[in-house]
């Protein structure tokens, strides 16, 4: 089975530096997914782990722990336009389809 | 990033009736994937599509679904007899040969009355 959990809301402020924590038990892994999704609008691919290790891509970094079922993004600098929802997804073993988490909506205030 | 079409972007259909949504990808894409999203839920996967044939479908993808490539373009996703809880987004995706990101097309919302 397919277990992937995130926090369901989150709010920070302008500026700062948000985490959010995702954790994975799947019955195979073969690399974690990042999405941010605005409301109404599809999910835009933001970051690909398959490797421990953080994964950096300017304002946006990923981490991935394979061995504790654990990834994180971290978010530097908060914009207004980064309030959105961000999906979590893992790729199984067997294929290529995408296992997503219920998402953490993040809201960034003044 | 590589674009892909979705139509139409809403439609609304009658329980009961099939509907057909379309997916235009650019030509070099081998890999095509149907997802859908409930209003509020998770996204979940459907139907992968690879060389012109399904490759993995899940539980969801009843004998209700189909998908086809009718013309070597076009990528269709079919409901024959469609219910009140399949009003969902349907997005498409799609993923470039040598890669796994897969890139989420804009998304037809089906609302079933």
């Known amino acids: 089975g397919q277990n992937i959990d995130q926090p369901t809301e989150m709010t920070a402020t302008e500026g700062a530096i948000v985490q959010i924590n995702c954790t994975y038990q799947t019955s195979g892994f073969n690399g974690l997914f990042w999405y941010q999704q605005h409301a109404g609008e599809a999910p835009t691919f933001l970051s690909y782990n398959v490797l421990d290790g953080l994964e950096e891509k300017g304002r946006f970094s990923s981490f991935l722990s394979r061995s504790k079922g654990y990834s994180y993004l971290l978010l530097k600098e908060l914009q207004m336009k980064d309030s959105a929802s961000y999906l979590c997804?893992?790729?199984?073993?067997?294929?290529?389809?995408?296992?997503f988490g219920g998402g953490t909506r993040l809201m960034v205030k003044p | 990033e590589p674009e892909v079409t979705q139509t139409p972007s809403h439609q609304v259909t009658q329980m009961g009736q099939e509907v057909i949504l379309r997916c235009v990808p650019i030509?070099?894409?081998?890999?095509f994937y149907w997802y859908r999203q409930i209003l509020g839920q998770k996204v979940e996967f459907l139907v992968s599509?690879?060389?012109?044939?399904?490759?993995?479908k899940s539980e969801i993808f009843d004998d209700q679904f189909s998908v086809e490539r009718p013309d070597g373009s076009n990528f269709t996703l079919k409901i024959r007899s469609t219910k009140l809880e399949d009003s969902a987004m349907y997005f498409c995706?799609?993923?470039?040969?040598?890669?796994?990101?897969?890139?989420f097309g804009p998304g037809t919302r089906l609302t079933v009355t």
């Open positions: 030509s070099n894409h081998l890999y």
């Open positions: 995706a799609r993923r470039l040969a040598g890669s796994y990101e897969q890139y």
């Open positions: 599509f690879y060389n012109n044939e399904i490759s993995e």
């Open positions: 997804a893992v790729r199984d073993n067997a294929g290529n389809m995408l296992t």
